[in-house]
């Protein structure tokens, strides 16, 4: 890892943790809030600043680690664009048309401006084919990239879910490039999980309510970057896992939001439409806690992350991987 490493992710934790306090007020006054009620079980108004603060504090120790940030351009642009298009949404609710506008404008800056493109599916069939892509390669990519950002966004329905599960992401990613001695790929995911951690301390409260919301601007920025790192390390010659592995790492937001959006087009709905069907929305109805449904997410998320490593780790052939995450996705439905 670089020298810089350790300042960067200390200004990454120390910028969001001081835009967190700072903002919370600032946000009140302009009502970008959260006010409970409807779909809601939160009980009073709450800030939603976590993605601003995020993206902030990690832009801010990118620029500080000394990496070469001229591939990562495309990246911060994107972001750029979605924490605007985010907190608009937040602020007065705009159409599913224009988020997806700008989630598509996001994708298409990292397909186009920096070459960050699914070219390849991996041997998902055959362990003697490649399934190339092709023409199709960036309209896959737009497709991934969107379905990612709406997956996180639509997991952000219990205190530090979406976050956790980006989190759990991540880490794997930087276990993966750890252990095959390329650390310096997973570089810039270091500051990135320390603004997350830093998020956490005031949205995941052991005792009483969460201080701070995360809010449009920040699930999609990080079902953007995650999306964005998956695609790194899972494409191109010098590949740091196959692409099944990435299916694993986030299988518990990608099965949930492919599930529902499934049965809402069946039922002729938009598969944008909110409902109370997601996984975390079942447990709630069920009587447990918001708690309690987390830790039930979050080792599910754990063991599914952990069986994409294991497959990853142990060299099981990835068709193998492949259609047992299919066999997991038949199993949610």
Known sequence: MPEGLGIAATTAFGVTVL?????????????LVDHPGGRKHHAQPTPLIGGIAIVTGFSLAALASGLPLSPFRALFG??????????????????PRSRLLAQLGAGFLMAVGADVVLTDLGYLLDPDWLMVLGFLAIPYTLFAATGLMNAINMSDGVDGLSASLVLIALFSMVLVASTSGQSDKASLLVPLLAALLAFLLFNLRPRGHALVFMGDAGSLVLGFALCWFLIRFSQGP???????????????????????????????????????QHCHHILLAAGFSPKQALGIMLLLALSAAGIGLAGHFLGIPEHIMFWGFMALLGLHA
């Open 19 to 31: 835009l967190l306090w700072v903002l919370g007020p600032i946000a009140t006054r302009i009502n």
């Open 78 to 95: 994107g972001a750029l664009i979605l924490v605007i298009v985010g907190v608009l949404d937040d602020l007065r609710e705009l159409s």
């Open 238 to 276: 010098d590949r740091l896992m196959a692409p099944v592995t990435a299916l694993w790492l986030i299988a518990l937001p990608l099965i949930d939001t492919l599930v529902i959006m499934g049965r809402r087009i069946t039922k002729g709905q938009s598969p944008f439409r909110a409902d109370r």
